[in-house]
């Protein structure tokens, strides 16, 4: 069993940045994979953005590449999403997710970037 907590989450103006953060506890040590997510109401669910055990391989959707930067705290078993560059598009609930042979998720964080 995993249990996952995003923070960092809130209001911020365009162009703003935010850190989000995902501390993952529990079973841990096969975790591969990691990353974050986000939904805004009536919305899929998108993947933003992957980060591998080692940190070697990274993924960002088209739409955050050059604005967002995905690292991991391997010590600490800490992700970390620094967002720069706010835009309105990017309002959503964050969500962090885990992998090894089963999914976790975290409960989510609230981004909302508006004037």
């Known amino acids: 069993q995993v249990r996952l907590v995003e923070s960092g989450g809130g209001l911020v103006q365009p162009g703003g940045s935010l850190r989000l953060s995902c501390a993952a506890s529990?079973?841990?040590?096969?975790?591969?994979?990691m990353g974050w997510y986000r939904q805004a109401p009536g919305k899929q669910r998108e993947l933003v953005a992957t980060i591998t055990s080692g940190g070697s391989t990274n993924y960002y959707v088209d739409s955050v590449k050059g604005r967002f930067t995905i690292s991991r705290d391997n010590a600490k078993t800490t992700v970390y999403l620094q967002m720069n560059s706010l835009k309105p598009e990017d309002t959503a609930v964050y969500y962090c997710?885990?992998?090894?042979?089963?999914?976790?998720w975290g409960q989510g964080t609230q981004v909302t970037v508006s004037s």
């Open positions: 997710h885990a992998n090894d042979w089963s999914d976790y």
């Open positions: 529990g079973m841990i040590a096969r975790l591969i994979v």
